[in-house]
């Protein structure tokens, strides 16, 4: 600080003062006395606490002595970086979903700071993670509020396994972060659905054609190849042919 009236800089200690913080860019709710150095000036370390929100605040220090006017130092900026957190809500950790053509398994994380603000407008990626390693993204992601970020995972033709995911945020004033949830959701590839089994005649002799067939449902659509195996009644099964439903839907007949 300047003294006008003398017209010389202050040199000297136990000066009284403050300084003047912002903690949300605007109110200076942060303050606090300090004494001058022997040199005349105002020294002072700041740890920011849970207090001061993300992004740019304001700081000040007034010459408050009763041997002087009072005069500010006006008001400079500096940053304040926080850090994002990723948490996973959909789908439940350890889910076991069924695979189905045209499944769609919702995918929600929130994103929070460091002092569990809720963090809008943050860029989120969504990405799963395969039993065979590959990256799969989900997308769109969309901003639902409130730090909920929704995407939509299309699980048509998936295979079965265990799946992992993976959240990615970046925000402006904040650290950028990726999270990784390992073995999240177990898809079910289930196996087809095989029912009202029919064989024409029901009784003959020996020597006659007898013709099986059952109704073939698979959830997948995958290819499903029937074979027949007879038992003789001597302790042993004879293969006598095959069918192949193409799209898993169908009848098998042999």
Known sequence: FFDIIRGVEIIEGNVSGAIY??????????????????NGYFNYTLDPNCTFQAGVQQWKINL??????????GAQSFTIIGQL??????????SNIPVEVGKIVNVTSRITG???????????T????WPTSEIEEISPVNDIGLGYY??????????????GFRVNSTKEYYYSNSTTFENWVYLNNTPPVVENFTVVPEEGGWGEEFNFS???????????????????GKGEWLYKGQDFIQGGVGTCSV
């Open 21 to 38: 913080i912002t903690t949300d860019g605007t109110n200076y709710l942060y303050n606090l006395s300090l004494l001058s150095q022997p």
């Open 214 to 232: 059952a109704d073939i449902k698979d959830l997948q659509l995958d290819n499903v190849t029937c074979k027949l195996f007879v038992y003789t």
């Open 85 to 94: 957190k990723n948490s996973l809500v959909e789908p439940t950790q350890a």
């Open 114 to 124: 460091e002092r569990s603000e809720v963090v809008e407008g943050a860029n989120v």
């Open 150 to 163: 929704n995407s939509s995972w299309n699980i048509t033709f998936k295979v079965g396994g265990w799946y």
């Open 64 to 73: 408050e002595d009763y041997c002087y006017f009072l005069a500010t130092s």
């Open 126 to 129: 969504h990405e799963a993670i």
